[in-house]
């Protein structure tokens, strides 16, 4: 089965700690556009439990929207701090994950990233297999969240042969 109409991923969605500072991220150093804003949300019944999965006495302090280039949105959260709010996953965890920004040159932008105080995690590393034409670095945001950045601009190995092709930021009508 599949979903009908399906045209793709409208938005991501995450949590942060501090919507301030992760507002500087976005739009300073990634580049995003800060589109528009949702006021705080509580709730004295259990819409919370029954339409978010959280517990019904969560308080959303603020929402913000961001275009970020070609692809997703981002619908950024902060609530207010659990009792039990448990640590950001790593890559390994259940639940673990990261986001991916295509870029066009992947040195310069590193480049712009360590010009900006963000910390890189290693170095950036040539892929292989079906993935080989790829290079790739990740990256933390200041509230420790894991991003990517990713360049082929002459596409990957697989690409020879595939009678369907990975979505590509570059080429969005493709």
């Known amino acids: 089965m599949a979903l009908p109409g399906l045209r793709g991923a409208e938005h991501l969605g995450f949590t942060v700690p501090d919507l301030e500072e992760a507002h500087r991220f976005f739009v300073d150093v990634i580049g995003c556009t800060h589109v528009y804003t949702l006021p705080a949300m509580r709730r004295d019944d259990d819409w919370m439990w029954d339409h978010l999965n959280v517990d019904p006495r969560s308080v959303v302090r603020e929402i913000r929207f961001y275009r970020c280039g070609h692809g997703p949105n981002f619908e950024v959260f902060e609530y207010e701090p659990a009792a039990d709010q448990?640590?950001?996953p790593r890559n390994s965890d259940l639940g673990g994950h990261h986001v991916a920004f295509y870029v066009d040159d992947l040195d310069v932008a590193v480049g712009a990233l360590e010009e900006a105080g963000i910390r890189i995690l290693g170095a950036p590393t040539a892929s292989r297999n079906a993935s080989e034409g790829q290079r790739w670095v990740y990256f933390l945001s200041p509230w420790g969240m894991q991003f990517e950045l990713v360049s082929y601009p002459h596409g990957?190995?697989?690409?020879?042969?595939?009678?369907?092709?990975l979505w590509h930021p570059a080429r969005p009508a493709e």
């Open 156 to 165: 990957k190995q697989y690409e020879q042969e595939a009678e369907v092709r």
């Open 86 to 88: 448990r640590p950001q």
